[in-house]
């Protein structure tokens, strides 16, 4: 267990709809980052937050928007779904690149990863 | 540009032996290598990672070893076992170049081990 959560774990809808998903990062973890996955892809990245504002952004469609809340959750909107939207859609935390984690010798830069939630469009 | 390659889309080996992945990098900034594991419908898991300033980390039957002078590093993985089939992700990482913190991964390199 990660310690990073996701919800929903599967999400169906239809193409034109609006979805959000929601993401929980590890306690004591700044920095939210958000990724797509298609059918045996690679790891898309869409976009990062640390500490409550966008830090970067990556393969973003505009039809897509997230946020982080004071409570450091996150949420990935994405909206006018189509069809090639389908896709998992994975969560993950850190820490600010220059702290080191406690256990391991892991630079805080490690990204540990959610579950996922499965988006199937139809 | 792909700034973190693994050539190799697909790799089998025999359980027992060894496992070699590969991964190449092209910008010199990068400072902190990852490997992640996953496996089907699950989020990538982090598996082991090395700081520029060594060129070998071990954990356990992983070992990543990393030459800068090559941009090149690699994950060993010995005895390889059949529930080390999974799909295995480089990332890189720059502390400073204004990414901090943010990854790049490699498009991935599928295990099978065989039994």
């Known amino acids: 267990d990660s310690g990073v959560t996701q919800t929903p774990k599967h999400l169906i809808t239809a193409t034109g709809q609006r979805v959000t998903l929601r993401c929980s990062p590890r306690?004591?973890?700044?920095?939210v980052y958000w990724y797509q996955q298609s059918l045996d892809q690679g790891l898309q990245f869409l976009i990062q937050?640390?500490?409550?504002?966008?830090?970067a952004k990556g393969n973003i469609l505009e039809r897509f928007s997230a946020q982080q809340f004071p409570d450091l959750h996150s949420e990935l909107n994405l909206s006018s779904l189509e069809l090639g939207d389908s896709a998992l859609y994975f969560c993950?935390?850190?820490?600010?690149?220059?702290?080191?984690?406690?256990?391991?010798?892991?630079?805080?830069?490690?990204?540990?990863f959610g579950p996922g939630t499965r988006l199937t469009v139809l | 540009d792909q700034q973190v390659k693994q050539n190799s889309p697909s790799l089998s080996v025999q359980e027992g032996r060894i496992s070699i992945l590969n991964c190449d990098y092209t910008?010199?900034?990068?400072?902190?290598f990852l490997w992640y594991k996953k496996y089907p419908a699950e989020g990538p898991t982090f598996l082991i990672s090395?700081?520029?300033?060594?060129d070998k980390n071990e954990d356990g039957r992983f070992t990543v070893f990393l030459n800068k002078s090559a941009k090149h590093l690699s994950l060993h993985i010995v005895p390889s076992q059949p529930g080390d089939s999974a799909v295995y992700f480089c990332?890189?990482?720059?502390?400073?170049?204004?990414?901090?913190?943010?990854?790049?991964f490699g498009k991935g390199t599928k295990l099978s081990v065989k039994p």
């Open positions: 306690s004591g973890d700044l920095s």
């Open positions: 993950a935390s850190s820490l600010p690149g220059g702290i080191p984690r406690t256990s391991g010798g892991q630079r805080g830069d490690t990204q540990y």
């Open positions: 910008n010199s900034m990068f400072d902190y």
């Open positions: 090395i700081s520029s300033i060594k």
């Open positions: 937050y640390y500490n409550g504002e966008e830090r």
């Open positions: 990332a890189a990482s720059a502390r400073y170049g204004g990414s901090q913190g943010n990854l790049i």
